[in-house]
């Protein structure tokens, strides 16, 4: 049987550049050699969540883009979270055997925290042990991420620990799987590309709207003038350019260095190059979206799929904890 592979995502609608140079690229990678589920994490979402009008508006675009990057239901399991209901009751299961102290020492919870203080509600609490459930239903090995997420899959990894401890040995240890470009910046240069920060570059843009949105990007702050040297090392746009200028970026920087070229033309370049390599997504995208009956039969499909699975796994881990 092929080892396994998990991964879940905020249904936050159209996916940007961050999403899939840090984390979709591997979902695509990894179909062949793994049997690969990938999860639309829609209970998840509900802990920062007031207003869900757009939620399943952003199931589907996020699947739309899903599919266009090439992810094949035929291959891999597409799902929503909370069309497997068993992940709550292991939800809670997992609950009883985590510590409330490496919950509440998490930073992320106490940055929802200082975010939303007029709503820390229970859920947020939880939010790794529920990751943990997710993962570990599907008993997976391998969980391609960004980097942000890597502490609270290594606090997934201690929760499994704990439990295999008391319970003995039932789940694998989840590892994380990084791309090459594990954090991309956002366009302000200085925090993680995110569609909270509005920071983002979506990979469904029209070119005109990617060249409009790549021309905000902050860039070398000390290039002031077109004839001041730029220092590529420190630039977010000559980040990008090397990965989608891969062959040029070398050229690009010494021109930088040597004020030959400017900040915008280094722009147009970069739009070009991103608007090279998206056509055939945009293109795929465009396609998928014209049957939207197509989506939810791959996510239903997913679903049963998915639950099979869930089952058997849940009925182990009762059976072990003594409750059959
Ligand atoms: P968002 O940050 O836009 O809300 P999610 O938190 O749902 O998106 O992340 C979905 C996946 O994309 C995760 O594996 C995450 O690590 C990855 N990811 C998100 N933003 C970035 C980024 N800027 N750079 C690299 N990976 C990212």
Known sequence: MKRRVFSGAR???????GNYLGAIQNYVALQDEYQCIYCIVDIHALTSLEDTSQLQENIHEMVLDWLAAGLDPKKSILFVQSHVPEVMELHTLLGMTTPLGWLLRVPTFKE???????????????YPVLMTADIVLYKAEVVPVGEDQLPHLELAREIVRRFNNIFGDTFPEPQAKLTPFPMVLGLDGKEKMSKQLDNHIELALSPEETLERVMTAVTDPARRYR????????????????????????GI??????????????KELLADAINTMLQPFRQRRAAIAAEPQYVTDVLADGARRARLIARRTLKEVKQRMGLI
């Open 112 to 126: 929802k925290v200082k975010l939303q203080p007029h709503n820390v509600n229970y859920g947020l609490v939880g």
């Open 253 to 266: 920087a010494e021109q930088c260095r040597r004020a030959q070229i400017g900040c915008v033309e280094c």
């Open 227 to 250: 004839h001041d040297p730029g220092h590529p090392e420190v630039c977010n746009i000559y980040r990008l350019q090397q990965y989608f200028n891969e062959f040029k970026s070398g």
């Open 11 to 17: 249904p936050t609608g159209r996916q940007h550049l």
